[in-house]
């Protein structure tokens, strides 16, 4: 059964920074895209950033320049750093395989909390 994990939430105050990782299998990881999608309160669920199996990354406009997504090929897991935290980035934050949208193509694993707030 296919597994995503996700970790490194918590609270931080406004233009802190926090790393979130997510752990998935081998026979995921190495020849898909992966997303880090996230969900605030009362709001439908958005693809924040994107990276291809190749490196080549993608942001939302509202956290490009402050987002950066990389992948760890040897460890199976895709990293999102979140530098300059804003309170509005405050959401559960999801990884997944990407297939169109915010279509996916895996269940959704329990996330990671983000609160930003002072």
């Known amino acids: 059964q296919v597994q995503l994990v996700e970790s490194g939430g918590g609270l931080v105050q406004p233009g802190g920074s926090l790393r979130l990782s997510c752990a998935t299998s081998g026979s995921i990881f190495s020849r898909n895209a992966m997303g880090w999608y996230r969900q605030a309160p009362g709001k439908q669920r958005e693809l924040v950033a994107h990276?291809?199996?190749?490196?080549?990354?993608n942001y939302a406009d509202s956290v490009k320049g402050r987002f950066t997504i990389s992948r760890d090929n040897a460890k199976n897991t895709v990293v999102l750093q979140m530098n300059s935290l804003k309170p509005e980035d405050t959401a559960v934050y999801y990884c997944n395989v990407p297939v169109s949208g915010t279509l996916v193509r895996y269940p959704w694993g329990q996330g990671t909390q983000v609160t930003v707030s002072s």
């Open positions: 990276i291809t199996p190749g490196g080549t990354t």
